[in-house]
Nanobody, 126 residues
Framework: QVQLVESGGGSVQSGGSLRLSCAAS????????MGWFRQAPGKEREGVAG???????RYSDSVKGRFIVSQDNAKSTLFLQMTTLFPEDTAMYYC????????????????????WGQGTQVTVSS
């Protein structure tokens, strides 16, 4: 089992920045990939950034060039640096982890993750 706890959400004006963190605990040595997802009211959850244990990354087109995903494997922590935020980035952001598959594979597919955090709210005002 892997437990995930997100932090760092908040309210920011359009054009601003936020940095999200996700602290993982439990059987973190088995984690092969982690990712960030978001869900806005009335919309489906979408993958925005994924990172493999080996450091490969993948981004959705909507955040590419604005968000950066990174990890500290020693501290079992995942980060999402978000810059140039827009009101459409407003959503609940979730951290996810998987403990199977190759360490070289990063994913934005919800079905390819096993463990989920409770989420942290990001609100961007115009």
């Amino acid at each position: 089992q892997v437990q995930l706890v997100e932090s760092g959400g908040g309210s920011v004006q359009s054009g601003g920045s936020l940095r999200l963190s996700c602290a993982a605990s439990g059987r973190t040595a088995d984690v092969s990939r982690m990712g960030w997802f978001r869900q806005a009211p009335g919309k489906e959850r979408e993958g925005v950034a994924g990172i493999s244990r080996a450091g490969s990354t993948r981004y959705s087109d909507s955040v590419k060039g604005r968000f950066i995903v990174s990890q500290d494997n020693a501290k079992s922590t995942l980060f999402l640096q978000m810059t140039t935020l827009f009101p459409e980035d407003t959503a609940m952001y979730y951290c996810a982890a998987a403990n199977y598959g190759p360490w070289s594979y990063a994913s934005l597919r919800e079905i390819e993750y096993t463990y989920w955090g409770q989420g942290t709210q990001v609100t961007v005002s115009s």
